[in-house]
């Protein structure tokens, strides 16, 4: 059966100055560092465009006039608008102050499903299997995990079955192939108007243990697919070597 994405849209967070990977992006915003033969965050934008999701707002501010120049206003199908983000509002801040642009350009209404993606993270998921977990559940939130057993620089997810009970954020004795958090959500309307406004606010610190706290459904999807977060230097030659070892498939072309 074919996924009815009418009213589902996606916010991509691409504002992050990318410190650790100095002097690289001195003069490159995180998201536009190369892999193989495109950018990090060109693997979220074809992701996309492969379920046929046709709208995007990129949150933008280290050096977003490259960014904007770079992928312009439409991308295999993608059509794409920008937040400018003059000060930080956090991970979840940013998503909030995006809603309003989503509902502004969207023919359909409001939209009522939103997809979070990192804008320099590159995977090759099954992300169409997320959202139908998320519907099936009827979930507030749906984030996709991967097992590791370098967890002890992300968000460590306790799950019971699909449901998830808890966080441990980056523990200094994880288990091995701990399920972290990817950074990549489903979220309904609802979990983001929960976000305060203008004000900084952070998904894994704040909102997911408020909904959990507030009785809202959470699940996860564990993604045995490839994902790499190439925030690090170690990290980003890894994901340019497996990308040249083929280890990658659909690898982000240029457009």
Excluded at 162 to 179: Q, S
């Amino acid at each position: 059966m074919t996924m009815n994405y009418r009213n589902t849209a996606a916010i991509i967070m691409a504002g992050g100055r990318g410190e650790r990977l100095r002097p690289l992006t001195d003069k490159i915003p995180k998201p536009l560092v190369r892999i193989g033969d495109g950018y990090a965050v060109t693997s979220s934008l074809k992701s996309l465009a492969a379920m046929g999701i046709t709208r995007a707002v990129l949150t933008v501010r280290y050096r977003w006039e490259d960014i904007v120049i770079s992928l312009g206003d439409l991308h295999d199908g993608v059509r794409l608008s920008y937040l400018i983000e003059n000060e930080s509002v956090g991970t979840a801040g940013g998503v909030r102050a995006a809603l309003p642009i989503l509902d502004a350009c969207d023919e359909a209404g409001e939209v009522e499903e939103i997809i979070v993606l990192s804008g320099d993270a590159v995977f090759d998921m099954k992300l169409e299997d997320a959202i139908k977990l998320h519907r099936r559940e009827c979930a507030s939130a749906t984030l996709v995990l991967s097992r590791s057993d370098d967890a002890g620089k992300f968000g460590v997810v306790n799950l019971d079955g699909n449901v998830i009970r808890g966080f441990v954020e980056k523990p200094e004795n994880p288990p091995k192939e701990a399920l972290v958090n990817t950074g990549i959500y489903i979220l309904s309307r609802e979990a983001v108007l929960e976000i305060p406004e203008r004000v900084p606010y952070d998904f894994g610190r704040e909102l997911f243990p408020r909904l959990i706290s507030l009785g809202k459904k959470l699940v996860g999807f564990v993604s045995d697919g490839y994902w790499c977060d190439v925030g690090s230097p170690e990290a980003y030659g890894r994901c340019c070597f497996d990308s040249a070892a083929g280890l990658i498939n659909e690898t982000p072309a240029r457009t």
